[in-house]
């Protein structure tokens, strides 16, 4: 089983030589601690930022040099600053190759649930829906279940959408899946877990190929 840095780890795996891609709160916001030495990858973030670096060390953090989620970042030679406006043409224009999100739930379909729960104070939908709406590469990064045991990868998402029909991959601390048209679709598991765990956290339709193997992290 995978801890939050174990799934950044995983999907730095999936960012390609050239990319630019739009990190999201929370997980996300970690993988650009793992991506590899031997690539060139430009990390956008939508309150302004492209050409962000892994986390400072402690001690060396400068207070206002932050991503979306307020978090103090790094920033590679070359970086650049800029208003939201820019940000999001940026993203509207689909010049984000892939876009690496929290989320809260996902559906078999697709269909992601990461900005809302009824009852609960929020400051606002933030750029998720932008991002969601523009991408056309979109691996979320979650947990397999919520803290009650209760599967995030189901038949129908019940919280408020973020957008739908989306995502393409979801990585969680239990596997790497696909969607597709027929719903989950099992890749990988993480080291140490069976498919059948895998198979009981999660309640949308899951398919499961004859030989799954386990999660390479380096």
């Avoid at 709160?25 to 690539?39: E, F, K, M, Q, S």
């Avoid at 919520?146 to 973020?162: E, F, I, V, Y």
């Amino acid at each position: 089983m995978l801890d939050k840095n174990g799934i950044a780890r995983r999907i730095a795996r999936e960012v390609q030589d050239g990319f630019y891609v739009n990190l999201g709160i929370g997980i996300p916001t970690l993988v650009a601690n793992y991506v590899r030495d031997d690539i060139e990858v430009e990390f956008q973030s939508e309150n302004g930022v492209l050409g962000m670096g892994p986390f400072p060390f402690e001690g060396e953090e400068d207070a206002d040099i932050i991503n979306a989620g307020k978090q103090t970042i790094t920033t590679l030679p070359g970086a650049s600053f800029f208003d939201s406006a820019l940000s999001f043409s940026m993203i509207r224009g689909q010049h984000v190759d892939l876009t690496i999100l929290g989320a809260m739930e996902v559906a078999e379909n697709g269909d992601i649930a990461n900005w809302k729960i009824p009852g609960k104070m929020v400051k606002g939908m933030g750029g998720a829906m932008d991002l969601v709406a523009s991408a056309e590469n979109i691996i979320v990064a979650m947990m397999h279940t919520n803290r009650a045991g209760q599967s995030k990868l189901l038949k129908r998402c019940t919280l408020p959408l973020t957008g739908v029909g989306c995502v393409t991959k979801i990585v969680t601390n239990l596997a790497v899946l696909e969607v597709t048209p027929s719903g989950f679709k099992l890749l990988e598991r993480a080291p140490g877990v069976s498919v059948e765990e895998i198979k009981k956290a999660t309640e949308g339709t899951l398919e499961i190929p004859d030989d799954v193997p386990e999660m390479i992290l380096a």
